[in-house]
């Protein structure tokens, strides 16, 4: 049944292939939530929504193994890379399917059996181009063991920020740099000062492409901030880029003169790329080369801002010389650093909450909801604990799962637990199936590829509670009143619709969750894309009142791991109305050090022996779990901890302005 629709172009490749590449880690630590929020999740909701629009869209990525970061942390933990990718590489995989995040192909570049010669091939055609060629150019070099110094073994001020920075790349302006060029640099294999040397390596003039890159920022979709740097970049007389590197891990170029060098591991990426798409072709049986990439190839990127310069100037010249008759359409999404606790998420220094230590089956897409609001679309944003923890219990326990709960509940109350049929309608009703209408349009219009937005498309999504919750309430007057029941029975399937396209419209973001209460509604797992606001079948069978969606299970991890008193989770959904008693008798009991089987119910808290700090703790507890503020003098006037339960009920319904009182009696 259509009651409203909408109309607007999720997709736009008509059919083409999509490959949607989120940059491959760097297996020298797991995924922490800075990366799990940028381009994994970006990446992941993005091919999700694809799909629901019909799209033959995949998700690519793999372990950047020949990363000199890789080496690094070898060093540092004693064993040799390929051990240390391995691991690594093994663990990111597994926090990446905790993330709910599964890609449909995972390129392990140091292991890939065909990877080394496509790479070669690759780099044999840029040198055959005649751009990429040797030269001599100012190096650095450790003073005291000789060794070459390159990204993670050197650091100094950016030349072009003045920022602290390491070798070859600046995160603050995202601006490469030459390390021979860096400002006071330092050495991280020992302490004294680097000694400037020549050194013969593949050499790729980037300033040539200038208008290359400008034309082919044109053709898509291409961030303002990608073009700004290009700009900035550009506006230096020359940008030589070295494309090998003396080192011993990684893939040794094809051709003579650079001996004892590696190909560069980001001029590596331009063509690990290629590969994924190939290697996923053979799998899936679709004939793709990475030798020869075709004109309808749809590629998206996302990356975080510090890999702005490879993905959107670097490669593009890279596919240029080395498939010329190739004219790659690719769309850029960039995030900026998510911070934590003000400062930037590392790998390197372990600065991070780490995906594992968050992210379970009942804790997923309360994360992902909180990660997909609070992402950095466009500027710097901040992780904090706490805000994690009041997204969780305000919004997804306290409005979502109680809305949700609350509707079940009338619904087997006043329908017998079915769908209403819709009788009689109001002026107010077509105006919520119209604003429901509205929602979609901009769940659509963010979830779409142009206007991509997670921040926006979570804010969105709870708004299609809020509304919801706004318009129960509303109605609630006449919910039980038998003159007016065409009306009640019309506003009720109207809620269930929302429910309905909010199963539908999450499934992006928080696929567990859209899978959950689609079943509770007695729909299938959201497949498509709604293209109209669609009521419930009347007479479905309506499982929402004793569902929990959200809020954790015991021995659930959560960030900042609060111990919840008794064990017993904070506003538990499935609660029988009017009912935090048993709760309370916990935490009375546990608050007052009573005995497991002392009977509080019927007892004063004063006569159970409370004193003014014990007060003062209760009403703290109070406060953490429930998020009710509740007066000292209020805990003594109870006559009872029964009392005092029911007062604690209607307190909560007040504060999350529940949408239909659930008869507390009174
Ligand atoms: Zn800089």
Redesign the pocket.
């Known amino acids: 049944m259509t009651a409203s629709t909408v109309d607007a172009a999720a997709t736009r490749f008509d059919g083409r292939p999509v490959f949607v590449f989120s940059t491959p880690p760097t297996p020298n630590g797991d995924l922490h939530l800075g990366h799990l929020s940028g381009p994994y999740l970006g990446a992941d909701v993005f091919v999700r929504f694809q799909r629901m629009n019909g799209a033959t869209a995949w998700h690519l990525t793999g372990s950047d193994d020949f990363q000199s970061y890789v080496v690094g942390r070898a060093r540092a933990e004693g064993r040799d890379p390929a051990a240390t990718a391995a691991h690594y590489s093994a663990e990111i995989a597994a926090t990446l399917r905790l993330m709910d995040i599964e890609p449909d192909q995972y390129t392990v570049t140091s292991v890939d059996p065909a990877y080394r010669s496509g790479l070669r091939a690759f780099f044999a055609r840029l040198v055959g181009s005649g751009s990429v060629a040797l030269r001599e150019d100012p190096g650095l070099v450790d003073a005291v063991t000789g060794a070459y110094l390159y990204e993670v073994d050197v650091s100094g001020g950016?030349p072009?920020?003045?920022?602290p920075?390491g070798g070859n790349i600046?995160e603050?302006?995202?601006?490469p740099n030459a390390c021979a060029d860096l400002l006071a640099p330092r050495s991280a294999r020992s302490d004294a000062p680097p000694r400037r040397d020549s050194v013969t390596r593949y050499s790729l003039p980037l300033h040539e492409f200038r208008a290359h890159i400008a034309a082919h920022h044109r053709t898509a979709r291409t961030p303002a901030r990608l073009k700004e740097l290009a700009e900035r970049l550009f506006a230096r007389d020359r940008v030589d880029v070295a494309v090998t590197h003396p080192s011993s891990w990684g893939v040794p170029p094809p051709e003579p003169g650079a001996d004892g060098q590696v190909i560069w591991v980001w001029p590596e990426m331009a063509y690990g790329f290629l590969h994924g798409i190939e290697s996923l072709g053979t799998r899936i049986g679709r004939d793709w080369r990475a030798d020869a990439p075709q004109a309808d190839w749809k590629i998206v990127h996302f990356f975080g801002f510090d890999n702005s310069f490879y993905h959107a100037i670097l490669y593009p010249v890279l596919y240029r010389l080395a498939h010329p008759d190739w004219t790659p359409d690719i769309d850029y999404h960039v995030n900026e650093f998510y911070l934590l606790d003000g400062e930037k998420f590392s790998t390197s220094r372990r600065h991070a909450i780490w995906g594992k230590d968050v992210l379970g089956p009942h804790s997923v897409d309360a994360v992902r909801f909180f990660l997909s609001r609070t992402r950095s679309e466009g500027r710097r944003t901040n992780f904090e604990t706490a805000a994690y923890e009041a997204v969780l219990r305000d919004r997804l326990v306290g409005a979502w799962q109680r809305w949700l709960n609350d509707l079940g509940a009338r619904i087997d109350e006043l329908y017998s637990g079915a769908a209403p049929e819709p009788a009689t309608w109001t002026p107010e009703h077509t105006a919520f199936l119209g604003r429901l209408g509205t929602r979609l349009s901009a769940l659509t219009e963010c979830l779409s590829p142009d206007g991509f937005s997670l921040n926006q498309a979570a804010e969105t999504l709870d708004g299609i509670v809020e509304d919801a919750i706004r318009f129960s309430r509303s109605e609630s007057p006449v919910a039980r009143i038998g003159r007016w029941r065409d009306e009640a029975r019309t506003a009720t399937a109207l809620e269930l619709a929302a429910a309905r396209l909010l199963a539908y419209t999450a499934a992006p973001v928080m696929p567990r969750f859209a899978a959950g209460l689609a079943a509770a509604l007695g729909v299938a797992v959201p497949a498509n894309w709604p293209r109209a606001v669609t009521l419930v079948e009347p007479g479905t069978r309506i499982d929402l009142a004793h569902r929990t969606f959200f809020g954790g299970q015991p021995g659930d991890r959560q960030p900042g791991d609060r111990q919840p008193g008794d064990g017993q989770p904070p506003v538990r959904a499935g609660l029988p109305p009017a009912s935090l008693l048993p709760w309370l008798r916990g935490l009375v009991r546990s608050t007052l050090q009573l005995p497991e089987d002392e009977p509080v119910d019927d007892r004063a808290l004063a006569d159970l022996g409370m004193e003014s700090l014990h007060a003062v703790a209760l009403q703290y507890q109070i406060l953490e779990e429930i998020a009710v503020d509740i007066p000292v003098e209020d805990l003594f006037g109870a006559p009872d901890v029964d009392a005092l339960a029911r007062l604690l009920d209607e307190r909560t319904a007040e504060d999350a302005a529940r949408p239909v009182t659930q008869g507390v009696p009174g």
């Open positions: 950016c072009h920020c003045g920022e920075t600046c603050e302006c995202g601006e």
